[in-house]
């Protein structure tokens, strides 16, 4: 059965104490059956936080595309391993804006970072001009062409996909559900004609975009909506339980 999956990314924001307070406080209350939880937190907050929850996973939210080397300031995959991420965010479009990565690029950070052992939250979306356009499907299906869907079907089965469209990323502006049902049927499709029916069916895909209480339990009773990426709710543990609750059990 398709895994469900609430996962927060606090970007550049909290540290160590903010993240074991945070950790401690919504510890306490238990997910819905079946629903996983993982927090995509600071690189220096891995070690720490791995250790407070036995169902809050921990991811990374970067990683370098090599095993080691004379890289000054970056972080490798079995780092990451070692302090204890068991995930890694990668696509993200703020990487893809300010860091200037791209498909070729996300698709070898993907790689190592399976090839270690760690799950990979690949993302992908459109800005405003391609969704106005109507061209958000082709704009999608460019993008995991170039990353995801060269993957071999063992190291597809460790991926989970987010769908942010990026006019709704930190703007409090939402997918409306069928806009998100739509697209997470697309990219489905999509990975069903690359790996085979059972590959698609067992794929979660997260939606992202200024999830909050007030829509989450719409957007995640969509078919083809297997949870949340969730950024600025994420930081408040009341926002962040509330929409954990809002998962169905499994
Ligand atoms: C994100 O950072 O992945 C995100 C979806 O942010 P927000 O929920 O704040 O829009």
Not at 55 to 60: E, G, R
Not at 77 to 100: P, T
Not at 105 to 117: H, N, R, T, V, Y
Not at 195 to 212: N, P, R
Request: charged share 20%; net charge negative; hydrophobic share 40%.
């Amino acid at each position: 059965m398709r895994k469900k999956i609430i996962a927060g990314n606090w970007k550049m924001n909290s540290d160590i104490d903010f993240g074991v307070d945070f950790l401690q406080k919504i510890t306490q209350i238990q997910p819905p059956s079946g629903v996983e939880v993982i927090l995509g937190v600071p690189f220096i907050s891995i070690y720490e936080l791995s250790k407070v929850s036995d169902f809050v996973s921990i991811a990374a939210q970067n990683c370098h595309q090599k095993e080691s080397g004379a890289f000054t300031g970056e972080i490798s995959v079995n780092m990451l391993k070692s302090a204890g991420a068991s995930h890694v965010i990668l696509g993200h479009s703020e990487r893809r804006q300010y860091f200037n990565e791209f498909d070729e690029l996300i698709l070898e950070k993907m790689s190592i970072a399976l090839k270690a052992g760690l799950k990979v939250i690949y993302c992908c979306g459109e800005p405003l001009d391609q969704r106005e356009a109507e061209t958000h499907e082709a704009f999608v299906k460019s993008q995991l062409s170039d990353s995801i869907l060269k993957l071999s079907e063992d190291q597809m089965k460790q991926v989970v996909i987010a769908y942010e469209p990026i006019w709704a990323i930190g703007t409090g502006k939402t997918a409306s559900s069928s806009q998100a049902q739509d697209m997470h049927a697309f990219i489905r499709h999509l990975v069903k004609e690359e790996f085979g029916q059972s590959v698609g069916e067992e794929l979660t895909i997260l939606y992202g975009g200024s999830v909050k209480p007030a829509n989450s339990e719409e957007l995640f009773a969509q078919p083809d909506v297997d949870g949340g990426l969730v950024g600025g709710a994420s930081l408040k543990t009341e926002s962040f339980q509330q929409i954990i609750q809002s998962m169905k059990p499994v």
